[in-house]
């Protein structure tokens, strides 16, 4: 499984690449970087606990840039992975500066819901954009207000078979649809 970090600054990042090089590899293996002029992208791999969201605070602060982290979900295939990457590139910049500097998928969604949502669908809802069973399940899920038992009931399953689905697609697109802040971004989308 392989994620990265997009780091994107609106100045020439050239005099801190070795730091943040350093940095980025002291903290997780890293498979891959490229650096541009006012970006760098790091691919690493395996799983990390680590909260990237103080680390781009201490970033802030130490090398007074303005920076922007994005830290993407993870990655079985590597197509898949620098297909995001294009993507992040392109929207990341309509995210808006009161988000903060640490950019995940959920706050990169919500800014560009006005994209096509094929679009969307295939950047975050992945393996399931078309996968019928799971945007119905998800949909009576929250037609249902959320309610495991009564979007079972619907959908005529066993309750833990509703939560087996909802746990799956958590892991796939890193979107836990039974937070509020969640299910709100992914009924929009499936709607």
Known sequence: MKRFIYIRSTHDM????????????????VFDMVHEKCSTLYIYQGFYDL????????????????????????????????????????????????????????????????LPKQLLSEQFLRKYAKDHMMLDTLYIYFENNQNMSKAAKELYIHRNTLIQRLDKFLQETGFDVRKFQDAVIIYQLIS
């Open 51 to 114: 909260d990237f969201e103080e680390i781009t605070m201490n970033m802030l602060s130490d090398t007074l840039y303005d920076l922007v982290l994005y830290q993407s979900f993870q990655f079985e295939d590597m197509k898949e992975l620098l297909s995001h990457v294009d993507f992040v590139k392109t929207y990341l910049e309509f995210v808006p500066k009161k988000m903060g500097s640490f950019i995940n998928h959920q706050k990169l969604l919500k800014s560009n819901l006005n």
């Open 14 to 29: 050239t005099e801190i690449q070795n730091e943040m090089d350093a940095l980025f590899s002291s903290l997780v293996d």
